[in-house]
Antibody, heavy 118, light 107 residues
Framework: EVQLVESGGGLVQPGGSLRLSCAASGFTFSDYEMNWVRQAPGKGLEWVSYINKNGNRIYYAASVKGRFTISRDNAKKSLYLQMLSLRVEDTAVYFC???????????WGIGTAVTVSS | DIQMTQSPSSVSASVGDRVTITCRASQDISYWLAWYQQKPGKAPKFLIYAASSLQSGVPSRFSGSGSGTYFTLTISSLQPEDFATYYCQQANTFPPTFGGGTKVEIK
């Protein structure tokens, strides 16, 4: 079964950091580009970051650029999001999503919740 | 960034009803549009790509149409499991952007 499972979310104070992980199974992880997408409580979906198959092409949303770092380990079939200098407005459920083609996202994880609060 | 605008933001309908949701792009995106379904507390589910192509396993009561800046998602006969929030997403230009969502509620 094709599956993505995120972990690493939690409660953190403003200015703090977290590292999210996304474990892939059921498909050849190294064959796919990946995204992180987030959803603030009661809000819509917001693309956060993209990484290509070998990790040498990376993009970020303006709202997180300079604070978040996406990476991947194809040997471990895992995607990561290092989040620094967290802000209250980063509070959201973070999903990892597989890129089918172009920018379509055909497989999503269950999400991991990040709460930034003092 | 390309802005995606969905309407209505919510719709009340009964089982068996035909429901149509619209999505407008702030600029021409050709047919590079996807639709997703999301139920509370769940991950989005990929329904349609290239404006009208059904993802494998998606029931045929779902259909998409449109090109350029105007798109629609139609559910021909609403089923109990279809009550959810639907999002459009443009895939023409980086970064990918989503509409604000349309919640399909039980009447």
């Amino acid at each position: 079964e094709v599956q993505l499972v995120e972990s690493g979310g939690g409660l953190v104070q403003p200015g703090g950091s977290l590292r999210l992980s996304c474990a892939a199974s059921g498909f050849t992880f190294s064959d796919y580009e990946m995204n992180w997408v987030r959803q603030a409580p009661g809000k819509g979906l917001e693309w956060v970051s993209y990484i290509n198959k070998n990790g040498n092409r990376i993009y970020y949303a303006a709202s997180v650029k300079g604070r978040f770092t996406i990476s991947r380990d194809n040997a471990k079939k895992s995607l990561y999001l290092q989040m620094l200098s967290l802000r209250v407005e980063d509070t959201a459920v973070y999903f990892c999503a597989r890129v089918q083609s172009t920018y379509y996202m055909d497989v999503w994880g269950i999400g991991t919740a990040v709460t930034v609060s003092s | 960034d390309i802005q995606m605008t969905q309407s209505p933001s919510s719709v009340s309908a009964s089982v068996g009803d035909r429901v149509t949701i619209t999505c407008r792009a702030s600029q021409d995106i050709s047919y590079w549009l996807a639709w997703y379904q999301q139920k509370p507390g769940k991950a989005p589910k990929f329904l349609i790509y290239a404006a009208s192509s059904l993802q494998s396993g998606v029931p045929s009561r779902f259909s998409g149409s449109g090109s350029g800046t105007y798109f629609t998602l139609t559910i021909s006969s609403l089923q109990p499991e279809d009550f959810a929030t639907y999002y459009c997403q443009q895939a023409n230009t980086f970064p990918p952007t989503f509409g604000g969502g349309t919640k399909v509620e039980i009447k």
